[in-house]
C-alpha cells in the first residue's frame, strides 16, 4: 500500500499505519450509512482482498471497531454493525468517560501525596521504569509498563487503598493506552507527561505533582476526544497508507 500523510498526531505530522487506514475506511462506511445498523460486514477474507490488506491488519481494525461500540463480533457468524456514530469507547469493562472521571479523582491528588511521601526506594523504581519506556519500541511492552508507572506512582502515596483502586482499573488502563497509541501516537508525548510528573515527585512538589498529572489526563482526553470526532479524510481511497 502506498503511504499518505493525512493524518496528523499534535502538532507533529504522522504517518497513517495500515490498521489505522483500515479502521478509518470501515468507520467512514459505517458512519455513512454504507453499512447500516444490523448489517454484517463482508468477511476477512473478502476484506482483506478487497482492501489490500493482512489478516492481522484487519483484525486490529475490526477490535478497534468494537472497543469504539460500532460492531460486536459473534462467534462463527461475522461481525456487525450496531452504532452508526461512536458515542463513549469501552475499554474493558468500563467506558471511557466513567475511567477518565476516576482517574481525575483518584490520580491526580494522588500525585500530590506522592510527591511529599515517596521514598528513595519510590524514586529509583519510577525513574528506572521511566528510562525502560524511553528506550522501549514495542507497544505492547510499552503498555504494560505504562500501567506500572501508575502503580508506581500509586504505591508512591504510600496508601494501599490508592494502589488498590489502580489495580482494579489496571486492565482497563492497558487497553487504554494501546488504543490511544495505536490510534493517536501518544507514546513519545506521554513519556514527556511522565516524565515531568517524576521530576515533580524528585523534587518534593505537591502543586507541580498534581499540576503535571492534570496535564497528563487532559492530554489523554484530547487524544481520545480526537479519535471520537475526527475530521478525517479515507487513506485507503486518497493514497493508501503506511504498511
Known amino acids: ?43 476477512e477474507a473478502e476484506l482483506c482482498r478487497t482492501l489490500e490488506v493482512s489478516r492481522p491488519v484487519l483484525r486490529e481494525a475490526l477490535r478497534a471497531l468494537q472497543t469504539m461500540g460500532l460492531t460486536v463480533s459473534r462467534t462463527g457468524k461475522g461481525t456487525f454493525v450496531v452504532a452508526s456514530t461512536v458515542e463513549d469507547p469501552t475499554f474493558g469493562d468500563y467506558a471511557a468517560s466513567d475511567l477518565l472521571e476516576v482517574r481525575r479523582h483518584i490520580e491526580i491528588p494522588v500525585a500530590g501525596y506522592a510527591a511529599v511521601r515517596r521514598t528513595p526506594e519510590n524514586l529509583d523504581h519510577l525513574a528506572h521504569l521511566l528510562d525502560r519506556m524511553e528506550r522501549e519500541t514495542d507497544t505492547t511492552a510499552w503498555v504494560a509498563m505504562d500501567t506500572l508507572f501508575h502503580l508506581a506512582v500509586a504505591e508512591a502515596a504510600q496508601n494501599p487503598v490508592f494502589r488498590r483502586v489502580i489495580e482494579e482499573i489496571r486492565d482497563a488502563l492497558a487497553r487504554q493506552s494501546a488504543f490511544l497509541n495505536e490510534l493517536g501516537g501518544r507514546r513519545e508525548q506521554s513519556n514527556r507527561e511522565h516524565r515531568a510528573i517524576v521530576e515533580a515527585l524528585v523534587d518534593g512538589s505537591e502543586h507541580d505533582a498534581v499540576q503535571a498529572m492534570s496535564h497528563h489526563l487532559d492530554r489523554v482526553e484530547t487524544t481520545l476526544t480526537d479519535i471520537v470526532r475526527p475530521q478525517r479524510t479515507d487513506p485507503l481511497t486518497e493514497g493508501g497508507a503506511e504498511a
Open 1 to 43: 500500500m502506498n503511504l499518505s500523510d493525512s493524518q496528523t498526531g499534535g502538532l507533529v505530522p504522522r504517518r497513517v499505519s495500515a490498521m489505522e487506514a483500515v479502521l478509518d475506511h470501515l468507520r467512514g462506511a459505517i458512519e455513512s450509512g454504507r453499512y447500516a445498523i444490523g448489517d454484517k460486514l463482508p468477511s
